[in-house]
């Protein structure tokens, strides 16, 4: 099972330059491996785009057969919150700037460790940090 993380489907439903051929490949090969979801978080912040559909990213999802996994339980509820915190504190003792992440990456994060999911992202690194144990599929740019 793959979980794909928002900015692949960003990626392809924008048509970002380069990008876009990628995360398509990268889909395609996912969905030869098996099925393809995505969680509530990815689901609402793909409607949250101006100018696009709670229709449009409907039929997106039922064309290429991706899920929405709607349930997450009270376990990936407190995973998320807990790495986000570590995030939190670790910027602040690094006296950086305040968390540049959004809960919902926690959430994202956290639904596809619990569940034993591979999590396909353009962005590996702040998954890798708070979920040591989660696989993950990185598209190359």
Same mark, same amino acid.
């Given at each position: 099972?793959?979980?794909?993380?928002?900015?692949?489907?960003?990626?392809?439903?924008?048509?970002?330059?380069?990008?876009?051929?990628? +995360?398509?490949?990268?889909?395609?090969? +996912?969905?030869?491996?098996?099925?393809?979801?995505?969680?509530?978080?990815?689901?609402?912040?793909?409607?949250?785009?101006?100018?696009?559909?709670?229709?449009?990213?409907?039929?997106?999802?039922?064309?290429?057969?991706?899920?929405?996994?709607?349930?997450?339980?009270?376990?990936?509820?407190?995973?998320?919150?807990?790495?986000?915190?570590?995030?939190?504190?670790?910027?602040?003792?690094?006296?950086?700037?305040?968390?540049?992440?959004?809960?919902?990456?926690?959430?994202?994060?956290?639904?596809?460790?619990?569940?034993?999911?591979?999590?396909?992202?353009?962005?590996?690194?702040?998954?890798?940090?708070?979920?040591?144990?989660?696989?993950?599929?990185?598209?190359?740019?």
């Amino acid at each position: 099972m793959t979980s794909i993380d928002t900015n692949i489907i960003s990626a392809l439903l924008e048509g970002e330059e380069g990008l876009a051929e990628l +995360a398509e490949s990268a889909l395609l090969s +996912a969905a030869a491996r098996g099925q393809l979801l995505i969680c509530a978080p990815v689901y609402a912040e793909l409607i949250a785009k101006p100018k696009r559909s709670v229709g449009s990213v409907n039929s997106f999802l039922e064309t290429t057969r991706i899920a929405v996994d709607w349930t997450l339980e009270p376990s990936i509820w407190q995973s998320a919150g807990m790495a986000f915190q570590m995030y939190a504190m670790n910027r602040r003792k690094q006296k950086q700037s305040p968390p540049r992440r959004i809960l919902a990456d926690f959430l994202i994060g956290a639904h596809a460790a619990q569940r034993d999911y591979t999590l396909l992202t353009l962005d590996q690194r702040v998954y890798s940090k708070s979920f040591p144990k989660l696989r993950l599929e990185k598209i190359e740019t």
